[in-house]
């Protein structure tokens, strides 16, 4: 969702306590959700290239959703913090980029919500189907990306002759071309459904169907397995599993479904009234706000429970942090071993500092 330029015109008439409080918000919480979001996708991305991602459905979908969102930061966000800290719209300094970046966030935020649901469907499929790793290849899974890529590019593709510069009272700025109002007010609505609501139907679908198969896998465990304690090990995976899927599609619904709400209203009501106006831009920041956080933490909800990105996020840090030895005549060299196979052994020899300049024969 982007904001929309009728509303900017007018931002600048606006003085009061509500409008004021608007602009802090963007101000003090974008740099902060841009930072951390940028941060955190740089250090999922590297953790997903040294494990392989291309390797693994899950990684080859979680790194494509990281680079996306790591995207909407910098083409959406980047852009809201300059027009509110220093009045300058990005998009009016060319109609390239005026049509290129309303294409680029409405087109990266829908890929997000899909890519979600592709992720979705392939933890159902693995939940499901004993023939997971022949139905679910590599091959299927870029196919996948590649169709939704291609449906969403050209479901969007009309942005580049809708919108661009245009003159009002004797100022050039960019909005959408004339005689496509009509059209731009009705893709609001079908960007709601394509964005969200659709988006988190079948997610949430799929998750009741997944709860459904781990509650019988677990009580049939509970019945077959022999020892207490692996069944409550087995049991704490599966908790795991289930609070994932609800927190993601849950705050999945809760970032999006307001801002799309709040951009439908706005087409509605008459935003001349400065109070209305004060009490939307009040509102609308908090929501944009809360919509880009999703894509500040999105890929954190599902790499916290992988443990092998959890281990290369720390093998980062250690790598990054500086080594300090303690005296001694002897000190320990750890080589680990390749990661083509994904182990975690590593092999530890001791070597001596001390060289000798006499051997006894």
């Given at each position: 969702m982007?904001k929309?330029?009728?509303t900017?015109?007018?931002?600048?008439?606006?003085?009061?306590?509500?409008?004021?409080?608007?602009?802090?918000?963007w101000m003090?919480?974008?740099p902060?959700?841009?930072v951390?979001?940028l941060?955190?996708?740089f250090l999922?991305?590297?953790?997903?290239?040294?494990?392989?991602?291309?390797?693994?459905?899950?990684?080859?979908?979680?790194?494509?959703?990281?680079?996306?969102?790591v995207?909407i930061?910098?083409?959406?966000?980047?852009?809201?913090?300059?027009?509110?800290?220093?009045?300058?719209?990005?998009?009016?300094?060319?109609?390239?980029g005026?049509k290129?970046?309303?294409?680029?966030?409405?087109f990266s935020?829908?890929?997000s919500?899909?890519?979600?649901?592709c992720?979705?469907i392939?933890?159902?499929?693995?939940c499901?189907?004993?023939?997971?790793?022949?139905?679910?290849?590599?091959r299927?899974?870029?196919l996948?990306?590649?169709?939704?890529f291609?449906?969403?590019?050209?479901?969007?593709?009309?942005?580049?002759w809708?919108?661009?510069?245009?003159?009002?009272?004797?100022?050039?700025?960019?909005?959408?071309?004339?005689?496509?109002?009509?059209?731009?007010?009705?893709y609001?609505?079908?960007?709601?459904?394509?964005?969200?609501v659709?988006?988190?139907?079948i997610?949430?679908?799929?998750?009741?169907?997944?709860?459904?198969i781990l509650k019988?896998?677990?009580l049939?465990r509970?019945?077959?397995?022999?020892?207490?304690?692996?069944?409550?090990?087995?049991?704490?995976v599966?908790?795991r599993?289930?609070k994932m899927?609800?927190?993601?599609?849950?705050?999945?619904?809760?970032?999006t479904?307001?801002?799309?709400?709040?951009f439908i209203?706005?087409?509605?009501l008459?935003?001349?009234s400065e109070?209305l106006?004060?009490?939307l831009s009040?509102?609308?920041?908090?929501?944009?706000?809360?919509?880009?956080?999703?894509?500040?933490?999105?890929?954190?909800?599902?790499?916290?429970y992988?443990?092998?990105i959890?281990?290369?996020?720390?093998?980062?840090?250690r790598?990054?942090?500086?080594?300090?030895?303690?005296?001694?005549?002897?000190?320990t060299?750890?080589?680990s071993?390749?990661?083509?196979?994904?182990?975690?052994?590593t092999?530890?020899?001791?070597?001596?500092?001390r060289?000798?300049?006499?051997?006894?024969?």
């Open positions: 982007d929309n330029n009728s900017i015109q007018i931002a600048f008439i606006c003085e009061n306590d509500l409008c004021k409080a608007a602009n802090y918000v003090i919480i974008s902060v959700l841009l951390f979001g941060f955190g996708g999922i991305a590297t953790a997903l290239i040294r494990i392989r991602s291309h390797t693994s459905p899950l990684s080859l979908f979680l790194f494509i959703l990281t680079i996306t969102d995207s930061l910098c083409v959406g966000l980047v852009r809201l913090w300059i027009l509110e800290t220093w009045e300058l719209d990005i998009r009016d300094l060319s109609n390239a005026c290129l970046l309303h294409f680029l966030v409405y935020m829908q890929f919500s899909w890519i979600l649901v992720v979705t392939e933890r159902f499929l693995k499901r189907c004993i023939v997971y790793s022949s139905m679910v290849t590599i299927r899974c870029k996948a990306i590649g169709v939704v291609l449906v969403l590019g050209s479901l969007n593709s009309h942005y580049f809708t919108h661009g510069f245009i003159t009002t009272q004797n100022k050039t700025t960019c909005g959408v071309q004339p005689g496509y109002e009509t059209f731009d007010e009705w609001i609505k079908v960007d709601l459904f394509i964005l969200c659709v988006p988190f139907i997610m949430m679908t799929l998750d009741f169907f997944i709860l459904r019988a896998a677990r049939f509970q019945a077959s397995v022999a020892t207490s304690q692996m069944y409550n090990k087995l049991k704490k599966d908790q599993l289930t899927l609800l927190i993601t599609n849950l705050y999945f619904l809760f970032s479904l307001p801002v799309s709400i709040i209203l706005k087409s509605y008459n935003s001349q109070t106006y004060s009490v009040l509102i609308g920041s908090i929501v944009y706000t809360l919509q880009y956080s999703n894509y500040s933490v999105n890929c954190i909800f599902y790499t916290v992988d443990k092998r959890r281990r290369h996020i720390k093998q980062i840090f790598i990054a942090k500086p080594r300090l030895r303690s005296p001694g005549s002897q000190y060299v750890r080589s071993s390749s990661e083509m196979s994904e182990g975690i052994s092999v530890t020899s001791q070597v001596s500092i060289t000798f300049s006499q051997i006894d024969q």
